[in-house]
């Protein structure tokens, strides 16, 4: 077995130190396989190298530094640099995260299949994607037998792949396949790349010459194929070429796609610095090039749609990428403390920079914040949804972050419940020494304004048995609809035509998507206990609840049979033990 054959050059690596390279030929969900000059055999991960995970983790085709053991699993010590790479937003990371595709490739396979496949747009998330990688892009349109007049599709896709080679190929008649030998070339790797069903593994085993992979039928309903390929994994040919074969992807986000955008969308760009006016927006402003083009038929109005749509995800996926490549060195830097023997150091740095809230537009002196990072104005006790400003770390739309509620925490400290005014997110920020506690008082207080109901009608709904009398009491209609049980108290919740959010008797939920008490954000299945009350600005209440395993927060309107006396308990518990003496309550003056 010789590594130089998967295209390992020597000049790849400076200093192997004790471990030998080796290329990454599969990736499945806890180990790899890999190939070396000592043979093949499976790998897994140094936990102090890629601890938190990131960028590095190996993907099919890296090349790697392993700690090679003969009959048992070798350690990957180290990810050699890339000369190429594909990578997506994760679609599992709630656009967090990314995931690795292929790396150390020469060429991208972009294949959609003609029979029902073809689709424009996503042709140009993958080009796009494509470019990024630095690889060359090629579009390859299968099961052109299937189609009268291929050269149609050929033509709509050139438009849209600029100076990219096209081919309508056929696996089952050969057609087009000898096209494809030019880039089948000995240490060179290719990648491919597509939906299910078009045909990836076949053409594999067409240009192999042997049938090397699975390949799979296709449903006659909606014409797409099951995942043959269920892991990415790269075959090495009889003539010494590569390919890396990947499962077919349902979804594809953007990350980190700022050069590959612009060269798949040359022909857009080529209008936006011929506007009239330098900070153009496009919409109405006179003199727009953009419009110009549009309107005489030069752009095409789905052409700009999609470029507007594609920059706006990238754009979302680069702050996210700089908010993990920070998080990445966090604990890049707690791991280079625990190799050197010494323990990390979490003491806070004192804040030392003043700067102006946006929202009451007052001056935050650095005094008494507690840390380096506001987490919310002392004044008027608002905060901005982003990631490199005081904020909640959920997102990036920039939105204001108004104070609607306070809870009392475990230890007995108060916290602000912040909702954007943008999105709807809630997060959670405690109360620093200096905020102003007038008007903590007063959101606390909100609620009690304007209740719901008389403190007189206040009527305790009892759980377990209690609840579950009172629902056998009810008409044989509702209590055919009384299908969900709290998982909390166990009384039953009658759905009543529509998803119940929590349970009226212990006004719990359970954090799932399923159809049972729950805020559908996520799959942790924790407990959702009710902290806090807020009101909106109709006068309703919301109950915010708080999963105990995630912490994530959440708002779901209160419910005509919701247990009264404890949601005046929940909403009077931060008044029964505020933080500090009352006396200390002072309104502060407006500037």
């Known amino acids: 077995m010789n590594i130089e054959q998967y295209g390992y050059q020597k000049a790849d690596t400076i200093d192997c130190g004790t471990g030998i390279p080796a290329r990454v030929t599969a990736v499945h969900r806890s180990h790899f396989e890999i190939v070396c000059d000592r043979g093949t055999g499976l790998a897994r991960l140094k936990t102090g190298e890629y601890y938190g995970g990131n960028e590095n983790v190996p993907a099919a085709g890296d090349f790697v530094l392993v700690n090679w053991q003969e009959g048992s699993e070798s350690l990957i010590l180290k990810t050699l640099p890339r000369k190429t790479y594909f990578a997506r937003l994760d679609p599992s990371s709630s656009g967090y995260g990314e995931q690795a595709v292929a790396a150390n490739f020469d060429y991208v396979f972009i294949m959609q299949a003609l029979d029902r496949d073809f689709n424009p747009r996503r042709l140009e998330r993958y080009l796009t994607l494509a470019w990024q990688s630095g690889a060359t892009p090629a579009v390859i349109l299968t099961k052109a037998d299937e189609v009268k007049d291929p050269a149609v599709h050929v033509l709509a896709a050139e438009k849209i792949a600029a100076g990219v080679d096209v081919y309508a190929v056929s696996a089952k008649t050969g057609q087009g396949i000898s096209e494809l030998s030019k880039y089948m070339k000995p240490g060179r790797t290719t990648v491919f790349l597509g939906s299910s069903g078009v045909g990836k593994s076949t053409l594999v085993n067409a240009l192999a010459g042997e049938a090397i992979m699975e390949t799979g039928e296709i449903r006659e309903k909606d014409g797409r194929g099951r995942h043959t390929t269920s892991h990415r994994q790269l075959v090495l040919l009889k003539n010494g070429a590569m390919i890396i074969d990947t499962p077919g992807m349902r979804e594809l986000g953007m990350w980190d796609v700022r050069e590959g955008l612009g060269q798949s969308f040359a022909d857009v760009e080529q209008y936006l610095g011929r506007c009239r006016f330098n900070d153009c927006r496009h919409q109405r402003e006179p003199g727009c090039a953009v419009k110009a083009a549009i309107q005489s038929g030069e752009l095409p109005a789905k052409r700009w749609e999609s470029y507007l749509k594609l920059l706006t995800e990238a754009r979302f996926a ?274």
């Not at 903590?440 to 304007?450: F, G, V």
């Not at 799932?512 to 008490?517: K, L, S």
């Not at 009101?535 to 109950?543: K, N, P």
């Not at 999963?547 to 209160?558: A, E, M, N």
């Open 318 to 591: 680069d702050d996210k990428a700089g908010y993990l490549k920070e998080k990445r060195q966090w604990h890049k830097s707690i791991s280079k403390m625990q190799k050197s023997g010494r323990n990390a150091d979490y003491r806070i740095e004192p804040c030392t920079e003043t700067f102006t809230c946006r929202a009451c537009k007052r001056l935050i002196a650095p005094e008494d914040a507690g840390s380096s990072h506001r987490n919310h104005c002392p004044h008027c006790l608002t905060s901005i949804h982003a990631d490199n400003q005081p904020g909640d770390r959920a997102s990036l739309c920039k939105g204001i972050m108004e104070p609607v509620s306070v809870w009392v925490r475990k230890n007995g400290e108060w916290a602000v419940i912040h909702r954007c005014k943008s999105c709807g997110t809630l997060s959670s920020n405690r109360i620093a020494a200096d905020d102003n506690l007038y008007l903590l008082m007063e959101i606390a207080m909100k609620p009690l304004y304007a209740p719901l109901f008389r403190p007189g009608e206040a009527e305790e709904v009892g759980a377990g048995e209690a609840g579950a009398e009172e629902e056998g009491a009810r008409s044989a209609e509702s209590a055919a609809k009384a299908n969900s049980r709290c998982q909390v108290c166990g009384s039953p919740v009658n759905l009543d035509g529509e998803k119940s959010r929590h349970c009226p008797g212990c006004l719990s939920g359970v954090h799932t998507d399923e159809d049972r008490p729950g805020d559908g954000a996520s799959l942790c299945r924790g407990v959702l206990e009710p902290v806090g009350v807020w009101a909106r600005e109709d006068g309703r209440w919301e109950i915010i609840h708080r999963c105990r395993s995630c912490g994530i927060l959440s708002s779901d309107p209160v419910a005509a049979a919701d247990n009264t006396t404890l949601l005046l308990s929940i909403a009077m518990r931060p008044l029964a033990s505020p933080p500090f003496p009352l006396w200390q309550l002072r309104k502060e003056p407006a500037d």
